[in-house]
């Protein structure tokens, strides 16, 4: 099932979500505050009749879970959609947040990534319209945003090619 409503004549160009890959930090990070908090329970517990092991890795495995989920749920309920005719963000699943412009407005389309990025093969793509002030307007974290431009590209051309020619020009 696609995550958009297709207009009339639409085709999809491109559809993912962020790299599994540009959640690396995301997961480092909740890793590390998880060791932390299991540290400090061993702490608070060792005050007492010495390290409860067992509730210190109840708490971790708890945490490093929890941190998975909520890793899986992020990456899998933001939606990157570039068609024909338009570029769309879906974000959320209870809630959503939707960004969309038509492929005609988008002037410049610009990719950034680190070494780290690079190493890992992802990036962001962030996209200039016309008569916007909408700065965020970006592709976080995806897998080879050489294919996210070309994919762009190809829309523009697809869009440019079924405009009617006009008269008097």
Not at 104 to 121: A, C, F, I, K
Not at 134 to 139: E, K, M, R
Request: no cysteine.
């Amino acid at each position: 099932m696609r995550a958009i409503d297709l207009h009339a004549e639409e085709e999809v160009i491109f559809e993912g979500h962020p790299s599994w890959r540009a959640m690396l930090a995301f997961y480092i990070q909740g890793l590390l505050a998880v060791l932390v908090v299991g540290a400090i329970v061993a702490g608070v517990t060792a005050l007492g009749n010495g390290v409860k092991w067992g509730l210190v890795a109840a708490v971790v495995v708890v945490g490093a879970a929890l941190l998975i989920v909520g890793g899986l749920i992020a990456r899998i309920a933001t939606v990157y959609t570039i068609t024909n005719q338009r570029l769309r963000i879906k974000r959320g699943i209870l809630s959503k947040k939707v960004q969309q412009t038509r492929i005609d407005r988008v002037q410049n389309v610009n990719t950034n990534q680190s070494v780290l990025e690079r190493v890992l093969r992802v990036g962001t793509v962030d996209f200039d319209t016309a008569g916007t002030d909408d700065s965020d307007f970006t592709f976080a974290g995806v897998s080879s945003p050489a294919r996210v431009v070309e994919a762009v590209d190809r829309a523009q051309h697809a869009a440019a090619a079924a405009e009617p020619d006009e008269p008097g020009l």
